[in-house]
């Protein structure tokens, strides 16, 4: 079973920085994809970044400027920078994963993620 703890939520001032980490264990296949999410009340889970098994990222328009999504695959971490935070940005923020022991298949973590964290709050005061 994939854990996914998320960890670097916090309130943050506009215009301030801030990294938020998803420390993953029980993959089973070396193909996974890992991505970030976030989500406000009365809102839908939107994403936000996504890195596949061969490092490739994406990250959404509407914060491509301002986020960038790292890892450290050899111990299972994931990462978010968010740069020039706005009060927009506000939201719990989950790491999502997806495996497949299918090794053609590349994942869509968007689409596929069926693993999830409990979430990290992040607050932005302006």
């Known amino acids: 079973q994939v854990q996914l703890v998320e960890s670097g939520g916090g309130s943050v001032q506009a215009g301030g920085s801030l990294t938020l980490t998803c420390r993953a264990s029980?993959?089973?296949?070396?193909?996974?994809?890992m991505a970030w999410f976030r989500q406000t009340p009365g809102k839908e889970r939107e994403g936000v970044a996504t890195?596949?098994?061969?490092?490739?990222?994406s990250v959404t328009a509407a914060v491509k400027d301002r986020v960038a999504i790292f890892q450290d695959k050899a111990n299972h971490f994931l990462y978010l920078q968010i740069d020039s935070l706005q009060p927009e940005d506000a939201a719990t923020y989950y790491c999502?994963?997806?495996?497949?022991?299918?090794?053609?298949?590349?994942?869509?973590?968007?689409?596929?993620?069926?693993?999830w964290g409990r979430g990290t709050q992040v607050t932005v005061s302006s």
């Open positions: 999502g994963a997806g495996e497949t022991s299918v090794m053609s298949w590349r994942l869509d973590c968007l689409l596929e993620a069926n693993y």
């Open positions: 029980g993959f089973t296949s070396s193909n996974y994809c």
């Open positions: 890195i596949s098994e061969d490092g490739s990222t």
